[in-house]
């Protein structure tokens, strides 16, 4: 049974679940899990998987039950790896091991220059880090792109723009550029548009997230485990390439996982991968 906590700070309350005791019974750090723009139901089916160990999920802020009261929609690395350190502190345990996905891997590397004593291990997955990318300029003008198609036409056209985006093999030529709108439809999803602008995924208010530049030498210098990984199925995909891209910086390999970009999920967005098999993975890599 998973106990939910509330943890008070002056510009947001953020929600996390300890699934497990505390302190831990099997003598190992908590297993620390995020991603970003996603709230702690994402990893529902791969918490589930380790219910040998005690596993930390949490709402980023902005997302979920985190509810801000700073009057601000921007999300960022420092800020979201300042909330980490906040909850790690708040767990009281000493530092933990970290699964970290998407744009929670960005947070994680953020966490490492910051507080590296906050964790022992991280496994950054797939991060959209496009700043390290060869053809970084396109890859933003794409992005920019499909925020324009979700402040025009609103959710399924930035959604399906975002598809596209993200489904997309290789550098973005402007044979990419050049596409017809994608139409929402291709990707089972509807065309009208309720108004709403405010998707932390399309909106643009996680534009650091995508834009930050990792310090290479503190990663380096930080006592901290780094373990780059991508899913099989991502070879060639934006966040694959992103994390090559770091790895090379790094001078480290990717570790290859089962899967896509949510590999580690079951039903909870409709885009389930193998959880069972990414969790054996995640447990091999840990224990590495």
């Known amino acids: 049974?998973?106990?939910?906590?509330?943890?008070?700070?002056?510009?947001?309350?953020?929600?996390?679940?300890?699934?497990?005791?505390?302190?831990?019974?099997?003598?190992?750090?908590?297993?620390?899990?995020?991603?970003?723009?996603?709230?702690?139901?994402?990893?529902?089916?791969?918490?589930?998987?380790?219910?040998?160990?005690?596993?930390?999920?949490?709402?980023?802020?902005?997302?979920?039950?985190?509810?801000?009261?700073?009057?601000?929609?921007v999300q960022s690395p420092e800020q979201n790896a300042a909330d980490h350190h906040a909850v790690i502190t708040d767990l009281g345990v000493g530092p933990v091991e970290m699964f970290a996905s998407s744009g929670g891997a960005v947070s994680a590397l953020a966490l490492i220059t910051a507080h590296p004593e906050d964790v022992t291990v991280v496994v950054a997955h797939e991060p959209p880090l496009l700043s390290v990318l060869p053809d970084a300029d396109a890859a933003f003008a794409a992005e920019r792109a499909v925020q324009a198609a979700y402040r025009e036409r609103g959710q399924g056209a930035g959604m399906a723009a975002f598809m596209a985006l993200a489904s997309w093999s290789g550098e973005f030529t402007p044979e990419y550029a050049a596409q017809p709108a994608p139409d929402p439809a291709r990707f089972g999803m509807s065309s009208e548009d309720d108004g709403s602008r405010d998707d932390p995924l399309l909106s643009g208010v996680s534009d650091a997230i995508t834009a930050y530049r990792p310090d290479l030498e503190a990663l380096r210098a930080a006592p901290v485990r780094l373990v780059l990984a991508a899913g099989v199925q991502s070879a060639g995909t934006i966040t694959a390439r992103a994390t090559e891209a770091l790895a090379t910086l790094l001078g480290q390999e990717v570790v290859a996982f089962p899967s896509h970009h949510g590999g580690f999920m079951g039903g909870e967005h409709g885009y389930g991968g193998e959880p069972e098999a990414f969790a054996a993975k995640l447990r091999e890599v840990l224990d590495a």
């Open 1 to 73: 049974m998973a106990t939910t906590h509330h943890l008070q700070t002056p510009d947001v309350t953020l929600a996390y679940d300890v699934h497990g005791p505390l302190p831990t019974t099997d003598g190992r750090s908590p297993l620390f899990m995020v991603g970003a723009p996603m709230g702690a139901e994402g990893f529902t089916t791969l918490a589930s998987l380790f219910g040998d160990r005690t596993v930390v999920t949490y709402d980023v802020r902005g997302i979920g039950r985190s509810e801000r009261t700073d009057g601000s929609l």
